[in-house]
């Protein structure tokens, strides 16, 4: 007859206790927690240095590079941190502090590293151990020397022991020793897969919507009235964005065992985005070209794909360009400006998010944005003023605002004609109080003529 479950539990505890009672404290441990009989203390002068945590749980543990260095082959942390003060920052800001304690029992930087003499004398980073790029055995045991409770058969740590054994994963390639530990950018929330390929690569295999379904039941709430609604029914689901979930579904949900778009590099998420609207008609052709996608922008910064058919983005414009374009929102608010924050604009009335077309570089800005509100400026004009056809309408004028009249670059029109106009006539007078310093007094037609090569009335 199968025990209640209270004495399971209290069975289990027992053989955890038993089993624990004589394991020694991790040589991380700072000094300060460990008891009279914590085990055997740091290694004497000249004697070889051993990990101090044994072996209790499961299988044995991978076997420690360094179980056969000197002692002396340990420099300390303070040779270290001579020529790596900011690695020493880090560390002790992170959850490995305690290597660095004056009060730690540890070898320090080198508990990771490994023994330093042969780097320390001309700094060849190949003669010391870089856990991320060491072999994966001799990596992990480092790791395992404090961390072996996670390979615990009995209670495993979200699916440690099949990562760590069965697929072969380094405990380096999810984790950051020298993380800050205010910042926890590298525990579970990316995990070791960076693509859908990795994840079907692992064997990860596509579950039923149902199954996703069942362990999501608040999925986005208007996801059934999305554009992406049709492909729960087709039967693609979850995976066509999210990758594989057998695994995830299999770990109880560790979230680095799925994809999320929002966390993957935008090369990656906006992968699935493109399987399906390479085809469309205009939009992502333009973006290949994109100055949003060549800055590492991917759709999902801007659009939701959970969110109801025609209500995608995540914020209205202009709010949702500000948040990355926060100097042109304070554009909008000078003096001269285009009513962006009236309401009476919007920023893709000149600039296309998704593309090269018009409005996005800066000649476009004169040819095609402002012309569709400024035609009477744009011409065609006989004589036409060749500033335009170098560099558009910002040759003189500010697109978004600014500080003086019309939008011009600068207070005084003079100034932003000496620009390029340097060679005057000589009888056009400057001293003060000449009307020749007043340009637009004779050159009224300034951008453009119908009958006069020097715009004049």
């Known amino acids: 007859m199968r025990p209640p479950p209270t004495a399971l539990a209290l069975r289990l505890a027992a053989a955890f206790l038993a089993a624990t009672a004589g394991a020694a404290v991790p040589a991380c441990a700072p000094l300060r927690t460990r008891g009279p009989a914590a085990g055997p203390g740091p290694a004497a002068p000249g004697e070889a240095w051993a990990p101090r945590t044994p072996v209790f749980r499961g299988d044995p543990l991978p076997a420690d590079p360094d179980r056969s260095a000197p002692k002396d082959h340990f420099v300390g942390s303070d040779s270290c941190l001579d020529c790596h003060p900011g690695r020493g920052r880090s560390l002790r800001a992170s959850f490995h502090d305690s290597l660095v304690s004056p009060l730690s029992s540890s070898v320090g930087c080198e508990e990771c590293h490994g023994p330093g003499i042969d780097h320390v004398g001309d700094g060849d980073t190949r003669r010391i151990r870089h856990p991320d790029r060491a072999p994966r055995e001799a990596s992990n045991a480092v790791c395992l020397r404090c961390h072996s409770a996670v390979l615990d058969p009995v209670r495993p740590f979200r699916g440690h022991p099949k990562w760590v054994d069965a697929r072969r994963v380094a405990c380096a390639s999810c984790h950051e020793v020298h993380q800050d530990r205010a910042v926890r950018r590298s525990e ?79 090369a990656e998420a906006d992968r699935s985005c493109a399987a399906c609207h390479e085809t469309a008609d205009r939009p992502l052709l333009r973006w290949t070209c994109a100055e949003h996608r060549l800055e590492g922008v991917s759709c999902v910064a801007c659009h939701d794909p959970n969110a109801a058919r025609g209500r995608t983005l995540r914020e209205e414009d202009p709010a949702l360009c500000v948040r990355c374009h926060s100097d042109v ?128 009335r």
């Open 188 to 266: 579970h929330a990316l995990g070791p897969f960076r693509s859908a390929a990795e994840l079907e690569a692992a064997g990860a295999t596509a579950p039923a919507p149902s199954a996703c379904i069942a362990c999501h039941p608040d999925y986005h709430p208007e996801m059934a009235r999305s554009g992406h609604a049709d492909l729960a029914r087709e039967g693609r689901a979850c995976a066509e964005c999210h990758g594989n979930g057998s695994l995830h579904a299999a770990s109880g949900g560790l979230r680095g065992l799925i994809l999320e778009p929002t966390r993957l590099e935008a």
């Open 329 to 456: 929102g304070a554009e909008f608010r000078l003096p001269s400006r285009h009513p962006v924050g009236e309401g009476r604009m919007r920023c893709s009335d000149c600039h296309d998010p998704h593309g090269n077309e018009s409005g996005v570089h800066r000649f476009d800005l004169s040819r095609r944005a402002c012309a569709q509100c400024h035609a009477e400026k744009a011409g065609p004009f006989v004589f036409d003023h060749t500033a335009k056809d170098v560099e558009g309408c910002v040759a003189c004028h500010w697109p978004h605002g600014s500080p003086n009249a019309r939008l011009l670059e600068t207070r005084d029109v003079r100034t932003l004609c000496l620009a390029c106009h340097p060679d005057l006539p000589r009888d056009h007078e400057q001293r003060q109080g000449s009307v020749f310093r007043e340009c637009l007094r004779c050159h009224v037609e300034i951008h453009g003529s119908q009958t006069s090569r020097t715009f004049l």
